[in-house]
């Protein structure tokens, strides 16, 4: 071990898979680091970040992270790097501009407000020559064609770190273009890109990223035991739903070769949200069911996570919170600002009377650390099995020292049935190939398939 990486990480809590770790960036100019979520990513990137400025005084990194994790990275460097100067990017443009140009080692910003200050003139403070690149959460570049993506990937960088636990979750595009990232680049250097039917790209893969499972470096890790629920539709809620996807089958029959992805995307959707709640009635079976057990969870004296993809109050996040008032639920949603989802956690964490956290899984799946809860309720399901398993992570992870559960809903005889096993079946299939495969049913599914949910086929084209 090297002298700098010895002072990194002596006195620290650190376990021998994350010295590990640690070491592996300090000594790669590129990686990848894929470990399960919850096995503590950001705090060896931290501690190697310190290993690597220690030995030159005036190089910097820059770190890139979702807006939601701002705050998190801020504490966990003062935690675990509390020398470490950093400069936090956020606020507006004119205070931006001083922020980036404050003498820190550490540079933190989300990838919106990165993309918006990201700028090839090189006299520009976001575009000197960086030390180290730090990309958390890294599959938010798996689109090659965003402009986040090419952004982060046109950074000056010496050395290249990209953080996730699901480097592939729809096709093998996703990991070729958080690859093209996970290598140095100099000024004026153009790297060639990266193909899923690259056959180089399996090579490139192997030699880039550090991979470990919970089941293999944390055995003793409680248990997470996943209970399918399946609930029947409350009368009201049944005769909604009969009635919309009736209707819905003949508007796309109507449709005929004009038919779209869109247009059944459209259907599904409005039916998902009936089985949340019927917006007649407003009856819920879902709602129902969770009112009981979260009577049970607060009697064992435990708290919950509740998560949706919706964050309306008609079928969604602020619904929920509404309906479970009496055990003092919070909600945590992407419309508030970071300022208020760092407050809406801190209370969670301090005031034990606040019984479920009720957070959007697109806001509140990835990052956060919440194992202040044991139970967590899918209220819908999400197209993609990994980001459900990443919420579910949430809870499961370092410092958990209680059996976790997770209930997954799904109303019988209805479109979250019918997707569920289509999902099931995609997902054995990717798994043989990938092992944390996850896929996203709006690019995993064409046309064909989206109607056969509904036993309805595409029409021929004309010739």
């Not at 949200?273 to 004296?301: H, W, Y």
């Not at 949706?308 to 929920?320: A, P, W």
């Not at 760092?342 to 194992?371: C, K, P, T, W, Y």
């Not at 995609?426 to 036993?455: H, P, R, Y």
Request: aromatic share 6%.
């Amino acid at each position: 071990m090297s002298e700098h990486l010895q002072e990194a990480v002596v006195g620290s809590a650190l376990l021998p898979f994350q010295i590990d770790g640690v070491r592996a960036l300090v000594e790669r100019p590129a990686l990848l680091l894929a470990d399960d979520m919850g096995l503590g990513k950001t705090i060896q990137a931290i501690e190697a970040l310190q290993a690597v400025l220690a030995r030159d005084p005036d190089a910097s990194a820059l770190v890139i992270v979702p807006a939601g994790l701002v705050g998190q990275w801020r504490a966990e460097l003062q935690r675990w790097a509390p020398d470490l100067q950093f400069s936090t990017i956020r606020g507006a443009a004119a205070d931006r501009a001083w922020q980036w140009r404050a003498s820190a080692r550490v540079f933190i910003v989300s990838y919106d407000t990165f993309r918006s200050d990201f700028t090839l003139n090189p006299h520009a403070p976001v575009a000197r020559e960086w030390e180290v690149v730090v990309l958390d959460e890294a599959q938010r570049i798996k689109n090659r064609d965003t402009a986040i993506a090419r952004c982060c990937k046109q950074v000056i960088r010496r050395r290249a770190w990209a953080l996730t636990g699901t480097p592939l979750e729809n096709t093998l595009d996703d990991l070729a273009s958080i690859l093209e990232f996970v290598r140095p680049r100099q000024r004026d250097e153009r790297l060639p890109p990266l193909r899923a039917g690259d056959p180089s790209l399996f090579d490139v893969h192997r030699s880039v990223q550090l991979r470990r499972r919970k089941a293999d470096v944390l055995p003793e890790l409680p248990a997470k035991t996943v209970i399918p629920v399946a609930v029947e539709l409350s009368e009201g809620q049944r005769a909604s739903y009969d009635r919309a996807e009736r209707e819905g089958i003949v508007r796309l029959e109507a449709l005929g070769r004009d038919v779209r992805v869109e247009h059944v995307l459209e259907l599904i959707t409005r039916l998902k949200q009936i089985c949340n709640f019927c917006p007649r009635t407003g009856e819920s079976a879902k709602l129902d069911d969770l009112r009981e057990r979260m009577a049970s969870v607060v009697t064992e004296g435990e708290r919950a996570l509740v998560f949706s993809q919706y964050t309306d109050d008609r079928f969604g996040v602020q619904r929920i919170v509404r309906e479970l008032a009496p055990f003092k639920p919070l909600g945590y949603t992407g419309a508030l600002s970071q300022h208020e989802r760092e407050q809406v956690i801190d209370r969670f964490r301090r005031e034990a009377d606040h019984r479920a956290l009720v957070l959007s899984l697109r806001a509140g799946g990835v990052g956060l650390n919440l194992q202040e809860a044991s139970y967590v309720f899918h209220f819908d399901r999400w197209w993609n099995p990994a980001v459900e398993r990443q919420a579910e992570d949430r809870t499961h992870r370092m410092g958990q020292t209680r059996p976790v559960f997770v209930y997954i809903y799904t109303c019988v005889n209805t479109i979250e049935e019918r997707v569920a096993l289509i999902l099931a079946e995609k997902q054995a299939l990717f798994d043989e190939v990938v092992d944390t495969t996850s896929i996203d049913l709006k690019t995993a599914l064409n046309l064909q398939d989206l109607l056969a949910l509904f036993g309805l086929q595409q029409p021929p084209t004309t010739k």
